[in-house]
């Protein structure tokens, strides 16, 4: 599957982007999705991830009650909302796809081209 991830942006603290991305293919709803992030001169981590039918999600600690991923298979897309960014969440955003058991955070096998998200404080 290949991935595109977009939506990313300049926003001030407090405030909120929605990230999306769109997977080619017909097999979009086989995959656990996920959202990662990276920021400057730090490894990639785990942001959260939603499950094949879109109705289980979960969160690492410090995005919990703040981001949301959802998924619409019809469309082939992913979302991950972020409300109350703060500076920490500035990060390239990474979406990915995996055929690995949910809940597992990994390992993914797919990986989308990132976008920038930038929160100033």
């Known amino acids: 599957v290949q991935l595109q991830a977009s939506g990313g942006g300049w926003v001030q603290a407090g405030g909120s982007l929605r990230l999306s991305c769109v997977a080619s293919?017909?097999?979009?709803?086989?995959?656990?999705m996920g959202w990662f992030r990276q920021a400057p001169g730090k490894e990639r981590k785990f942001v959260g991830e939603?499950?094949?039918?879109?109705?289980?999600?979960w969160y690492t600690d410090s995005v919990k009650g703040r981001f949301t991923i959802s998924r619409d298979n019809a469309k082939n897309t992913m979302y991950l909302q972020m409300n109350s960014l703060k500076p920490e969440d500035t990060a390239v955003y990474y979406c990915?796809?995996?055929?690995?058991?949910?809940?597992?955070?990994?390992?993914?096998?797919?990986w989308g081209q990132g976008t920038q998200v930038t929160v100033s404080s």
């Open positions: 293919g017909r097999t979009f709803s086989s995959y656990v």
């Open positions: 990915a796809a995996g055929r690995h058991t949910y809940g597992s955070s990994g390992p993914y096998n797919s």
């Open positions: 939603i499950n094949r039918n879109g109705d289980s999600t």
